[in-house]
């Protein structure tokens, strides 16, 4: 009986005589939060590394790992079988897909980092490259044909039935054998993490040295699968969670409400919403009716803690045709014409909400700044046919943006005040720029390491 049928034959009464394997499967989602075990090694500097959707729909959700390497070598090492006995592995594979590369033999593969003495020291790399898993390679290493490497289309690659080398490449006639024939050789074979980033006895890599592998190589790849003993983790790649709160939206004060819809995708599912301005703080679909021009925040977190966030602005009409102006008269918000508009103001009407909880609180003497939710602001002189000054004060160092929109909720303008020290500033808009009608701005002033604030109000402009 040849060596091969009698390591078989040994293989197959063993697994009689410890019972069946255990054919188990867990799934974990990595996404750039959450690399789970696994850490990226750059070889060459201009390298990537990124979760990113899948250029074609993928094995698993809709996300996959791109690896590009323009002249050189990258790597995504798993951490997590140091001291595993090769002989444990029972499945070992990956899918990938080739969007670009130089030379037809190159390909993403694995490198196992083996300890055979038993001292805990690297003795062998043993690599699995798809090239060789064809042809009369595969024929010469007695494991199944898994066809040509193809461009541009998903294929799976099965490493732990297939050929892999070690030392002297099968070209330069370096023996194929499979894990089966080097666990038969050195039956205490196992996993070592050692190398550049200590760890990572488990190399998925791309790129080689340079005059040997070709030159802006790019894969993605999924469906990374490691099975011990019958239990196999799938590792699924995914793209970062983005948050969708939809597109800004516009109604009419008093007669019109609206539906916010929370939306996500990447990550893990499943997600927690959350709603900051005034919606239902954990829910998907918010029906508000508000009665200012309001910026709602969206955050979402998926089942590993990751976050995203997106913002939508309801902006607030006084009429359907935008031809009212909203004024504070006598402690209720009326809609008055235009033309009304100065006898209004001249009885000390405001063009701002009656509620005293709203961020901007306009002040018509100039230089005099109220404080309102610890944001202290004045606009002055509102409406404007010159120009209008704002003033702030900034209580921590932080950076001040201010960006006017006009009843479309379209932005007309942007001013990049800076970085800011503490102290008090104005910031002067001439007339000049604009057309009569209603405007609204919002001033944002964003502290390193804290929650940017935002203060908006109402203005506007007759020439």
């Known amino acids: 009986m040849k060596m091969k049928q009698r390591f ?5 009464n063993l697994s009689l005589w410890a019972g069946p394997p255990l054919l188990s499967q867990t799934v974990v989602t990595l996404t750039e939060c959450n690399h789970a075990g696994w850490v990226k090694q750059f070889l060459d500097p201009n390298g990537k590394i990124n979760f990113i ?8 959700g809709k996300g996959s790992l791109e690896m590009y390497s323009p002249q050189g070598y990258v790597r995504f090492r798993n951490t997590l079988h140091h001291h595993r006995l090769l002989s444990e592995f029972t ?26 003495s038993g001292d805990n020291a690297l003795d062998a790399n043993l690599v699995f490259n798809p090239v060789y898993q064809t042809g009369s390679y595969a024929q010469n290493a007695q494991v199944p044909d898994q066809g040509l490497i193809l461009d541009n289309v998903w294929q799976t690659w099965d490493a732990a039935n297939g050929a892999w080398w070690a030392g002297i490449p099968p070209e330069d006639n370096g023996p194929l ?16 993490n050692q190398g550049a980033m200590g760890s990572g006895g488990i190399r998925l890599t791309v790129g080689g040295p340079v005059g040997i592998f070709g030159t802006d190589f790019r894969a993605y790849i999924d469906n990374f699968r490691i099975g011990i003993n019958g239990a196999t983790t799938i590792y699924d790649f995914e793209f970062f969670i983005a948050a ?4 800004d939206q516009t109604v009419v004060y008093g007669s019109e409400c609206t539906a916010l819809t929370a939306q996500a995708a990447g990550g893990a599912e499943p997600y927690q919403f959350a709603w900051s301005g005034g919606a239902s703080p954990d829910s998907m679909v918010n029906l508000i009716c508000p009665q200012t021009t309001t910026t709602y925040t969206l955050t979402v977190t998926d089942s590993l803690g990751c976050t995203g966030s997106d913002q939508v602005t309801v902006f607030v009409l006084c009429g359907p045709h935008s031809n009212k102006v909203r004024l504070c008269h006598n402690g209720h918000i009326i809609c008055a014409a235009a033309a009304s508009l100065k006898a209004h103001l001249a009885h000390n009407d405001d063009l701002n909400d009656c509620s005293t909880s709203s961020l901007i609180v306009p002040d018509r ?12 602001v004045s606009v002055y002189p509102n409406p404007f046919s010159e120009y209008v000054r704002f003033a702030y004060e900034v209580p921590v160092e932080a950076s001040v943006l201010l960006s006017i929109q006009d009843f479309t909720g379209r932005t007309v303008a942007v001013y990049d005040a800076g970085i800011k020290s ?3 500033y104005t910031t002067d808009l001439s007339a000049g720029n604009f057309s009569n009608g209603i405007y609204y701005y919002t001033l944002v ?12 109000g109402k203005l506007m402009v007759i020439h």
């Open 8 to 12: 078989a034959f040994l293989l197959f």
């Open 53 to 60: 959707n899948a250029p074609q729909n993928s094995f698993m």
């Open 91 to 116: 499945e070992l594979s990956f899918s990938a897909i080739i969007a670009n590369r130089s030379q037809m033999v190159d390909a993403p593969y694995i490198v196992l980092q083996i300890d055979t």
């Open 177 to 192: 054998f499979t894990l089966a024939d080097f666990v038969q050789k050195y039956p205490t074979a196992r996993i070592v």
């Open 244 to 247: 969708d709160a939809g597109p």
């Open 365 to 376: 003497v100039p230089g005099k700044l109220q404080k309102v939710k610890g944001e202290t």
């Open 422 to 424: 503490p102290g008090v």
């Open 445 to 456: 002033f964003n502290a390193p390491g804290q929650t940017p604030e935002h203060a908006t």
